[in-house]
């Protein structure tokens, strides 16, 4: 196991959109699991693999309450077939780090996946697992959750996390 580096916006891997996965190997499993690392050390609730730095269609989630036990999901070639409803939660990012707000996204919603064998699968999602569901896939399309601010609010955000920078540099 081992923890990857975290890119952080503004890195242009972050707006790409990310490949389809046709191969189903070793390595694909052992990326899996260093993101699943990588996220649960951050600690974060999930990772898409442009947030390492690798273009692929590959997610990572566990939304399970802190207290209990864990229930990693790792999905291979996420899309979403079937969206309802619609809620605004606060969201942050740990590509954006240090920077919360809040997001409009679908309330429930359906997932097509490839388990990490390439096994087919559907799970319909709700709560904090379809929100995740949504910002992670967004992370497949090189849409942040900050690209779905109205414009005043994305202005307000490139001012303050330019601010956020800065202080980060200093303590280095
Ligand atoms: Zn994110």
């Known amino acids: 196991m081992s923890i990857l580096r975290i890119h952080h916006y503004p890195d242009p ?50 939304c399970s309450p802190k207290d209990g036990d864990r229930q990693p999901l790792v999905a291979v070639n996420p899309e979403i077939l079937a969206r309802e409803g619609e809620c605004c939660e606060e969201e942050g990012c740990l590509s954006v780090p240090e920077y919360y707000a809040k997001v ?6 359906r997932v097509r996946f490839q388990e990490i064998d390439g096994t087919p699968r559907e799970i319909e999602a709700d709560g904090l697992w379809a929100i995740c569901f949504q910002h992670e896939i967004d992370h497949l399309d090189g849409i942040l959750f900050v690209d779905r601010l109205s414009p005043l609010k994305r202005s307000l955000f490139r001012k303050k996390y330019q601010k956020i920078q800065e202080q980060r540099q200093e303590q280095l």
Request: hydrophobic residues 50%; positive net charge.
């Open 13 to 62: 891997v972050l707006k790409l959109k990310a490949e389809r996965i046709t191969v189903f190997d070793t390595e694909l499993r052992a990326l899996a699991s260093h993101m699943l690392e990588t996220m649960y050390a951050a600690p974060g609730v999930g990772l898409a693999a442009p947030q390492v730095g690798i273009s692929r269609r590959l997610i990572v989630l566990d």
């Open 104 to 109: 409009v996204r679908s309330e429930k919603v």
